[in-house]
């Protein structure tokens, strides 16, 4: 629990100093906005701050922080770590420049920011790298909660139908109308439990492994035989959005056409990612509590926790809950397991029609041209989503690549990020080691996973340090040729 408490307290330090340090390289403003300057009463609307904090947490966390911080707390108490380094140096980061420099380019999505910065070669392969992300999302947050309805009634498919007809309804409609009004509500439930959790902890202080005596994988020492994954870098793919996520990159221009006024940036972007960094470092200690506590691990003290460390992550949120937080646990995990994923999956699809809709210049004001974009989105998603009902690994296949897609396309942003700050002759430090290290992450990935090359480690690592040589010296010819 001490390293859970300095966690905690490095991210809250990292928010007010680091924070504060991003926020003078970048040097908001009193311009007008978008928000203002391109009001249209349906994305472009000024919203109060504290409605785009809590819109712009739901829509970046989900449940990202807290399966993705359950299955990472596997690894041991090196979790920790990157929630801790990840989300102060590059996941806020990421998340605030991405938000700013939309606004300082009118509301722009991210495809159009990285053609900006990377060459419009670039801009078209993230557009439809972008958006393919995005069907994705909405596919892989459709079927995990329909699963979980059906449980409570009725059939797995009227659910994802159900499911679908709210999605195009939030997609079609201003974003003050729905997005604006139940979001907050289902962000403060995500709050409410994560703070009731952290209670919790604090009141009875378990003891799970700390950072200074378990610095190894216990995963691969728990169960040698079945878990394979190696530290790096299989870590930083499973713990995403509570550290980096280039979803994030997608999702911050939403927000960065309701903001007022510059300087909210830092509260709205960065702030939002330290919080949800704060529920990763929650939802790990109760894994490391579920899966490894002493004098026995919880799932031994918990009824129905029957597959022991294999146990689910959306298992654990109900077993945890229902466990310590009683009925009002139930009710909580179900908003936090079925409403989060669902209204990530909702703007990611909103997401995606803006996106389409700024390359092939379309106003968004009349219902038949936002249908042109929505109807063949929704189109693709829903045979993505049959696949992966037909096939028996579907979910995990499509949740695999999506989990590589996604680290992926923050690297892009980090990079683009990069190049705007060094034309703009500010520290692009604080872009540049991050990018570096997740081009790293995503290369040697890609090389060792079953799921891509499947190259033996002995290959795949010297070629994952090649390619971060070479981004290095591109990087470097590119630089002195700017100078």
């Known amino acids: 629990m001490i390293s859970f408490l300095l966690s905690l307290v490095a991210l809250v330090v990292g928010y007010l100093f680091y924070g504060r340090f991003v926020e003078r390289v970048f040097g908001p403003d009193d311009r007008v906005t978008p928000a203002v300057a391109k009001a249209d009463g349906l994305d472009y609307i000024v919203l109060p701050s504290w409605k785009i904090f809590m819109i712009q947490f739901l829509n970046i966390a989900g449940t990202g922080p807290i399966f993705g911080a359950i299955m990472g707390a596997k690894f041991g108490p090196v979790a920790y770590l990157w929630i801790v380094f990840g989300c102060i140096f590059a996941g806020a980061m990421h998340d605030y420049f991405s938000g700013m420099l939309s606004m300082r380019h009118d509301g722009a999505g991210l495809p159009e920011m990285i053609g900006q910065y990377l060459g419009n070669a670039t801009k078209s392969v993230m557009l439809v790298f972008t958006v393919l992300l995005l069907i994705m999302v909405g596919t892989v947050f459709v079927y995990s909660p329909a699963v979980i309805l059906h449980e409570l009634g009725g059939e797995t498919m009227m659910w994802v139908a159900i499911i679908f007809c709210y999605y195009i309804i939030a997609t079609m409609l201003p974003i003050d109308k729905i997005i604006g009004k139940i979001y907050p509500l289902f962000a403060f439930s995500l709050l409410f439990m994560a703070g009731a959790l952290m209670v919790w902890l604090f009141l009875h202080w378990p003891t799970v492994p700390e950072i200074w005596t378990n610095f190894y994988n216990m995963g691969a020492a728990t169960e040698p ?110 908003l936090g397991v079925v409403a989060a994923p669902i209204t990530s999956g909702d703007t990611a699809f909103r997401s995606g029609r803006l996106i389409v809709a700024e390359w092939l210049k379309l106003d968004q004001r009349p219902i038949p041209k936002r249908l042109l974009i929505c109807v063949p ?21 499509i949740w695999q690549y999506f989990g590589w897609s996604n680290q992926t396309l923050s690297v892009f942003t980090l990079w683009a990020v990069t190049v705007y700050l060094v034309r703009q002759k500010k520290c692009f430090w604080i872009s540049l080691i991050p990018a570096l290290f997740m081009t790293t992450v995503c290369t040697t990935y890609l090389f060792i996973s079953k799921q891509a090359f499947g190259l033996p480690a002995e290959v795949a690592y010297p070629m994952g340090i090649a390619c971060l040589v070479i981004a290095c010296i591109w990087f470097g010819l590119w630089y002195k040729k700017q100078n």
């Not at 979803?247 to 309701?258: E, I, W």
């Not at 510059?262 to 939802?283: C, D, H, N, Q, S």
């Not at 597959?307 to 298992?315: C, E």
């Open 377 to 397: 989105m929704f189109a693709a998603s829903i045979a993505m989503l049959v696949w992966q009902i037909e096939n028996p690994d579907g979910f995990n296949t």
């Open 225 to 334: 035989e079945t878990w394979k994954d190696n530290i790096f870098p299989a870590l930083f793919i499973t713990i995403a959005c509570g550290a980096i996520s280039g979803f994030h990159g997608t999702q911050s221009p939403l927000m960065s056409r309701c903001v007022g006024n510059e300087k909210m940036g830092r509260p709205v972007f960065y702030g939002a990612m330290i919080t949800e960094g704060v529920v990763a470092l929650i939802w790990a200690t109760v894994a490391a509590w579920f899966f490894y506590g002493e004098p026995a691990p919880g799932y031994t003290l918990i009824e129905n926790a029957t597959a022991g460390f294999h146990t689910s992550a959306p298992a654990v949120v109900n077993l945890v809950c229902n466990d310590w937080l009683g009925i009002v646990g139930a009710v909580l995990a179900m």
